[in-house]
Nanobody, 126 residues
Framework: VQLQASGGGLVQPGGSLRLSCAAS????????LGWFRQAPGKEREFVTA????????SYAMSAKGRFSVSRDNSKNTVHLQMNSLKPEDTAVYYC????????????????????WGQGTLVTVSS
């Protein structure tokens, strides 16, 4: 199983980035996909997760209203659209896959995610 995250980079405050994560080696439609991030010197934290296309999403408070997660089961890909970026969004962003469709309260726990990507660095700075 491989999860390949891409799309990170340097962006100015207020700007946007779209991260993508391409999965292979798993039955993509049978997995919940999540995004986590880890800032320098901080613990990894939950950002968002999506269970099925078009529905069943969950967001951390820091991401609500600015970030949007989507998935394309035909391409085995999950996307994270990030708008109105702030310097505090600077982190390495990881995609992860959890088998099945856990209940909402479980989605923010890294323990349920079986597979992890290598991460992509997002730097928000002027």
């Amino acid at each position: 199983v491989q999860l390949q995250a891409s799309g990170g980079g340097l962006v100015q405050p207020g700007g946007s980035l779209r991260l993508s994560c391409a999965a292979s080696g798993l039955t993509f439609s049978g997995y919940t996909l999540g995004w986590f991030r880890q800032a320098p010197g901080k613990e990894r934290e939950f950002v968002t997760a999506i269970r099925r296309p078009g529905a069943s999403t969950s967001y951390a408070m820091s991401a609500k209203g600015r970030f949007s997660v989507s998935r394309d089961n035909s391409k085995n890909t999950v996307h994270l659209q990030m708008n109105s970026l702030k310097p505090e969004d600077t982190a390495v962003y990881y995609c992860a896959a959890a088998p099945g469709f856990p209940i909402t309260s479980q989605l923010s726990s890294s323990d349920i995610y079986k597979y992890w990507g290598q991460g992509t660095l997002v730097t928000v700075s002027s």
